[in-house]
């Protein structure tokens, strides 16, 4: 079967083809691309075929086509482009591919920023929920925007999850005679209307100068903003953290998040994934995202309500820790477990025997591994010029593992 050629076309028109590539051209019998792209080749002689939205019947066809035939795409015909559908349906071994300066290579070199270190994601057809997560991780990222999840929307999210610490460059209708790039911030462009053809570009400005000397865990307990004493303690959060086991990717719900202290310390260890802190009470609310605004956290999101109510729309959880269910603890517990991951872990602070007997024998029923901690933490006061040691309340740790066989 002959060789199927696919080329990406850069940003200066024919001028940007190789030699190469024009040879294979100039050779097929039959070429395929958007009205642009055979635009471009007014005098080719050969058959020409439109790609819009009949993918499935290009693939068909050339999958029995013994023509030489060329794909002509835009930029990379690997970067977010048709080269990754034609892999999944047609053999690797007639592909041939030929690329080009993408898009988003053109635009960081209009901007003058390098793009070795960003994170490309594009929202073009996507959940934007989801994809907004991983913008809200990122220190330098490309966006490709279509109709629908437009850079308007995206400032929006941003803003309203109150990150607007980002310099912002809209670059529309690249390599095009109205080509438009703008630099702006994220307060005016949720008021931009914008092309469909566009890639929105967001670099990342740290408003905290010491952030780099912040601990990735471990933060002081003086660090946190605090309503009535709210919070899981140094020690006691770092042992927490420690039995959660967390893994890079996980989805992690922190229960009664409280002043965030978890949430933070979980952020700043995981280069990826999704943390939701859920809290009810409206004074810890507003102190939660003081907190995880002074500390930048990335991937943490906040869940106002009351669980287990509030839990029905999230994504379902690998790791969860449940530092204060307000007297639903059994309740939450019978709906997480069915929502629970395979070899999922779910650890529990507790300071009753009550507790610590109740969710036990929970945990036995369902046969998750349980594992029992008892800390008593007393540290010294260096504010002080004494060395008294000062007990802590006890504690007890409840780590319960669900087995990977568990139906």
């Known amino acids: 079967m002959e060789k199927i050629h696919v080329i990406g076309a850069g940003m200066e028109g ?26 471009l080749f ?4 050969g058959e020409k075929v439109l790609i819009r939205d009949n993918l499935e019947e290009i693939a ?26 034609l892999l999944r349906n047609l053999p690797a071994e007639r592909l041939e591919f030929f690329p080009n300066v993408s898009s988003v290579q053109y635009a960081f070199a209009k901007i003058k920023i390098p793009w070795d270190d960003a994170v490309f994601i594009s929202v073009i057809d996507r959940d934007m929920p989801s994809e907004m997560d991983r913008i809200v991780a990122g220190d330098k990222m490309a966006i490709l925007t279509d109709r629908n999840n437009t ?64 601990p990735l865990l471990g933060i002081a307990d003086s660090e946190f903003h605090v309503p009535k004493k709210v919070l899981t303690q140094e020690e006691i959060r770092v042992l927490t953290l ?4 967390l893994r890079h990717g996980v989805t992690f719900w922190d229960i009664g998040a409280g002043s965030g202290s978890v949430s933070i310390e979980a952020d700043n260890l995981l280069r990826s994934g999704r943390i939701f802190a859920i809290e009810k009470e409206p004074e810890r609310l507003s102190v939660l995202r003081d907190n995880l605004a002074r500390f930048n956290t ?15 729309d ?11 269910a307000g007297g639903h603890l059994m309740a939450v517990l019978e709906a997480v477990e069915p929502r629970l991951m395979p070899q999922g872990r779910i650890v529990i602070n507790a ?50 593992e669900k087995n990977k066989n568990q139906f």
């Open 14 to 39: 024919l001028e940007a083809f190789s030699s190469k590539a024009l040879e294979v051209i100039s050779k097929a019998e039959v070429m395929m691309g958007s009205q642009r792209q055979l635009d």
């Open 42 to 45: 007014a005098d080719f002689r």
């Open 60 to 85: 068909r066809r050339l999958l029995t086509s013994g023509k030489p035939t060329v794909i002509v795409a835009s930029g990379d015909p690997l970067f977010f482009g048709i080269g990754r559908y």
């Open 151 to 214: 850079p308007a929307m995206i400032a929006r999210e941003l803003l309203e999850r109150g990150r607007d610490g980002f310099s912002v460059f809209l670059c529309e209708n690249l390599g095009m005679n109205n080509e438009r790039i703008v630099a702006t911030n994220l307060k005016k462009l949720q008021n931009m209307e914008t092309e469909p053809l566009n890639i929105l570009i967001l670099v990342r400005e740290f408003e905290r100068e010491d952030e780099d000397a912040m």
């Open 242 to 245: 420690g039995k959660l086991r």
């Open 298 to 312: 990335r991937k943490t999101i906040v869940v106002p309500g009351e669980a287990p109510d509030c839990l029905e």
């Open 314 to 324: 999230l994504p379902d959880p690998d790791r969860v820790f449940i530092g204060g």
């Open 351 to 400: 300071t009753a025997l009550d507790t610590v007997v109740g969710t036990s024998e929970f945990f036995e029923r369902y046969g998750y591994q349980v594992e029992l901690t008892a800390v008593n933490i007393a540290r010294t006061d260096p504010e002080t010029d004494y060395k008294v040691f000062e007990s802590l309340n006890l504690v007890y740790i409840i780590a319960a």
